[in-house]
């Protein structure tokens, strides 16, 4: 192997791969460390405030308040949750030089749930407003919350088995 045209023995290179798996690795680690706490709690507060927000705007009646007013929550918290994830990243970025990642955690994980917490989200609201049992929100409610706290603490062992 020949590196700025010097030759380098067996051993340098081996080395040399070895100095750049280790960058790899680390880099790889950084990707997976957890949201910083604050995020965490915004995302868990959102995922759990998701099913109600939602049942309200598409409820038959007046569920607490008109579904206008329930439209212009889900806007609006949607539009925070957005603005302080990209604060979150860009912070991130800014102190450890790597973007915040999912790819990371096991498929076995990720793949379940981007298929099953739509599919629990948009059930529960539609089963709420055929039945106008507030009970499958809450259901929907806890499931969110529970995939957000389970996804943090999935990273935070991943970041731990990685350093």
């Known amino acids: ?10 051993e340098q290179a081996r080395s040399a791969l070895a100095d750049t798996e280790h960058v790899r690795a680390s880099a790889a680690a950084l990707a997976a ?13 959102y995922a759990a405030a998701f099913p109600f927000v939602f049942g309200g705007a598409t409820a038959d009646s007046d569920w607490l308040m008109p579904p206008p007013a329930w439209l212009g929550v889900a806007v609006g918290i949607t539009a925070l949750y957005w603005a302080l994830f ?4 860009r912070a991130w970025r800014d102190k450890t030089g790597v973007a915040l990642r999912f790819d990371v955690l096991p498929k076995r994980a990720t793949v379940p749930l981007v298929a099953g ?6 059930g529960a609201v539609y089963a709420f407003r055929l039945t106008g049992r507030p ?18 603490l999935a990273f935070v062992r991943l ?5």
Do not use: D, Q
């Open 1 to 10: 192997m020949e590196t700025n045209g010097v030759a380098l023995t067996p």
């Open 33 to 45: 460390t957890p949201w910083p706490n604050w995020f965490f709690i915004t995302l868990t507060l």
């Open 86 to 89: 990209v604060v979150a990243a």
């Open 117 to 122: 917490l739509p599919v629990v989200l948009v």
């Open 135 to 152: 009970a499958w929100l809450i259901a929907a409610s806890l499931i969110s919350t529970a995939a957000s706290v389970g996804f943090h």
């Open 159 to 163: 970041h731990r088995k990685a350093a």
